[in-house]
């Protein structure tokens, strides 16, 4: 049976009202990411997806190599879910999910043999390795060598990722440090899996269930889990639950922790960072979860910093195109995308964007180096320990 078959009710909801397709706020520009950097065509906005999932579940489409290289360009962001002109009266949520019946088409196209050779990659090199950079196991922890981290589960623990292990290791040691200097003990795990996000995303569910269920047995005992990666959070608290069950932890992203922290008075920083910045919202973090307001509180509180806000900006904010497998399957559009976040950013004078996801983060990087940018980039964990002493 496909898995597509599951959301055949939120496929007919569609009213195919064109609201993903032009916000019917017109001051804010642009709604689809992949729309405006590929092919054009009505099948990249959500309308179009739906329509083809129809066909699909109806038999008058079949599943098709080119269909599956024309799904890989979503960045699965939920910038459509967000406009959406269908609202549930009684929960209050859009009437279609456009992200979740794309990877359910994935999913589909994934066991059928004819998903595109970036994907198929992805999952073999986190099925033997554990992670998708083609890195060693072995060199996970290679971080955090000094840090003199336990590597057992205590009450709190710290679920560090592959980006941050691996790619963005800046971000991991600022974690690390933040919580050491709040005298929170805190343990990481010896033998940490993909969390799995990167592959639910690109239709690799029975592997994405393997390494949820390696993950939750090997933090079995802690009360809470602290993430400072967006896609890590998002994918235990809520992805985490369809293959495990009701998670036996608290999930906490770190700027939820820090905000907290702050307003009861238990964190104070106190080294100057004299810089203009604006706050990019990752969409994991963002119109996955709805967090907003914490990350910005963080910021403020940080002596010297002026923050500005991006137009447009938190639940309209622009993805920063390396969502949903796109880094890995078109990269050039991944970096177009995060370059019109530059122009966003640029508009309102800032001097750097800041982000709360380790994989933002990389991508709009290499925007500012395809673009010869002078704007800096940094996670929201530097700066907090920067100012913090560290």
Not at 268 to 278: H, N, R
Request: glycine share 8%.
């Amino acid at each position: 049976m496909l898995n597509l078959e599951a959301l055949r009710m939120d496929v007919y909801k569609c009213a195919r009202c064109g609201c993903c397709r032009s916000k019917y706020d017109q001051n804010v520009r642009g709604v689809c990411p992949s729309y405006w950097h590929s092919s054009g065509f009505e099948t990249n906005y959500s309308r179009g997806i739906v329509l083809v999932a129809r066909g699909i579940l109806e038999g008058a489409l079949n599943y098709s190599k080119s269909l599956a290289e024309h799904l890989a360009t979503c960045t699965t962001c939920m910038n459509c879910v967000q406009q959406c002109g269908g609202m549930n009266l009684t929960t209050g949520e859009p009437m279609t999910n456009t992200p979740r019946i794309v990877e359910a088409m994935r999913a589909d196209i994934m066991e059928l043999g004819l998903a595109i050779e970036p994907h198929t990659t992805l999952a073999s090199r986190t099925e033997k390795d554990h992670n998708p950079y083609n890195e060693r196991h072995e060199a996970r922890l290679n971080w955090a060598e000094k840090l003199d981290i336990p590597n057992n589960v205590m009450d709190t623990m710290f679920f560090v990722g592959c980006t941050q292990s691996y790619r963005r290791t800046e971000a991991a040691i600022a974690t690390a440090k933040i919580l050491q200097k709040l005298n929170i003990p805190f343990g990481i795990l010896s033998d940490e899996w993909c969390c799995g996000s990167p592959l639910l995303r690109t239709g690799s569910r029975k592997l994405t269930g393997e390494l949820a269920r390696h993950n939750v047995e090997a933090l079995k005992g802690a009360k809470r889990v602290v993430f400072s990666c967006a896609g890590c959070f998002r994918q235990f608290k809520e992805d985490y639950p369809q293959f495990v069950g009701e998670l036996p932890f608290e999930t906490l992203h770190i700027s939820q922790l820090l905000s907290d922290l702050i307003k009861e008075g238990e964190l104070k920083m106190t080294e100057p960072i004299a810089q203009k910045v604006t706050y990019h919202d990752p969409c994991h973090l963002g119109r996955h979860l709805k967090i907003y307001y914490e990350p910005r509180e963080v910021l403020r509180a940080i002596p010297g910093i002026e923050l500005v806000e991006m137009y447009p900006a938190k639940e309209n904010a622009w993805c920063c195109g390396g969502g949903g497998g796109v880094k890995v399957s078109y990269p050039k559009m991944a970096v177009e995308i995060a370059s019109d976040k530059l122009l966003h950013a640029k508009e309102v004078g800032a001097t750097a964007i800041v982000s709360a996801c380790p994989f933002c983060k990389t991508n709009i990087l290499d925007a500012v180096k395809a673009t010869n940018s002078d704007l800096e980039v940094y996670d929201i964990t530097e700066l907090v320990a920067k100012s913090m002493g560290e």
